[in-house]
């Protein structure tokens, strides 16, 4: 299984870096504080990194981090739930 991520690590690296290369035309790029030039490949590929990357956050925000609150909360309540309580344990060792 390994062999067959590190074919697939190194297809998509070189399909990467054939994109880049096919697409080395310089874009200008206008973030209203500054400017730069990127090459158009290049400037892909960071568009792409940003929007994974801000998908990941969002969903991170938005889903994991409320299903742990509600996992610790669960778990909370089962512990107490399998506690004795002290006025069961009191009614139970009267009648044994």
Request: net charge positive.
């Amino acid at each position: 299984m390994r062999f067959v991520w590190i074919v697939l690590l190194l297809l998509f690296a070189g399909l990467g870096a054939l994109f880049g290369a096919l697409n080395g035309d310089a874009v200008a790029l206008d973030f209203y504080l500054f400017q730069t030039a990127w090459p158009k490949g290049a400037a892909w590929l960071a568009a792409l990194l940003f929007g994974w990357l801000a998908g990941g956050a969002i969903v991170w925000l938005a889903v994991v981090i409320p299903l742990r609150r509600r996992l610790k909360q669960v778990n909370r309540l089962a512990i107490r739930a399998n506690e004795p309580d002290a006025r069961n344990a009191s009614t139970v060792s009267a009648d044994a």
